[in-house]
């Protein structure tokens, strides 16, 4: 086995910037599974399937294929063939990604594509259960989280970033809906592994982050190759 990383955590913790950042700076391979169940949720919200239908939904599985390329290092999604990396994020995308993830078939969908994608290469893999149920042997598992208050402060940050019209006390609303749902489906809720490093972003810089991520990577893998030798 290579040597993968798994982060997991809530909305808006900083999962995916500070994942990218130290995968890039650690010559490691940056994988975004929310990406893959937020082009799944956009399929859905465009056929206009009642999300909250799991039949509907799991009807419609067969139609879907999701993919992932590489262009310069930088993670994109294929939606049919179709590049959606910029379309899906959206906070409606997120939210339909967040209600149809909790089905069993969306899941099993995606989850060969993911083990596949940490086979083949060294990876940092982010999403909601890569180090209790995608990755359970990853060399290191790190839970990333934040206030909710900071965290929508984040998102409501992003969005108007973007020129997306948001409300904050609407986007914390939003946000603690979605930890809610990501927290208590019965299949593959988020949680800490109990083999995790805590790493709790609320009073870090997004360059504190990315340094305490990297040295908790630079210290595992010293340490794996140390057993590998
Ligand atoms: O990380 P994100 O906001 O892009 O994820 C969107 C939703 O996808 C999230 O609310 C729950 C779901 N998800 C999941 O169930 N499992 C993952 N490994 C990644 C995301």
């Known amino acids: 086995m290579g ?11 900083g999962k995916s910037t500070v994942a990218k950042a130290a995968a890039k700076a650690a010559g490691l391979i940056y994988v975004d599974t929310g990406a893959m169940y937020r082009a799944i949720g956009l399929y859905l919200l465009r056929k206009g399937t009642d999300l909250h239908d799991e039949k509907a939904v799991e009807e419609k599985l067969p139609g879907i ?12 999604v294929l939606l049919n063939g179709e590049d959606v990396s910029s379309v899906i994020r959206t906070q409606e995308v997120g939210a339909a990604a967040s209600v149809t993830s909790a089905y069993g078939a ?22 909601r259960d890569i180090g209790t149920n995608i990755l359970p042997d990853a060399q290191l598992k790190i839970y990333l989280s934040a206030s909710v208050a900071v965290r929508a402060k ?9 020129g997306e019209e948001a ?6 609303k939003e946000i603690e809906e979605r930890d809610y749902r990501d927290m208590h489906r019965e299949i593959a809720p988020l949680k800490k592994a109990e083999d995790a490093v805590f790493v709790d972003t609320s009073d870090l810089t997004i360059d ?15 340490e794996s190759e140390g057993k590998d030798s």
Do not use: C
Request: proline share 1%.
């Open 167 to 172: 409300v904050l006390s609407e986007v914390e």
């Open 208 to 222: 504190q982050a990315v340094k305490a991520v990297l040295v908790l990577i630079f210290e595992r893998k010293v």
């Open 154 to 162: 984040r998102r409501y940050d992003e969005l108007v970033e973007k």
């Open 106 to 127: 969306v899941r099993a969908k995606l989850l060969d594509l993911q083990r596949d994608l940490a086979k083949k290469q060294d990876v940092v893999m982010d999403g």
């Open 65 to 76: 294929d999701v993919s992932i390329a590489y262009e310069d290092g930088v993670q994109k």
């Open 3 to 13: 040597f993968n990383v798994a982060i997991d955590g809530p909305a808006g913790a």
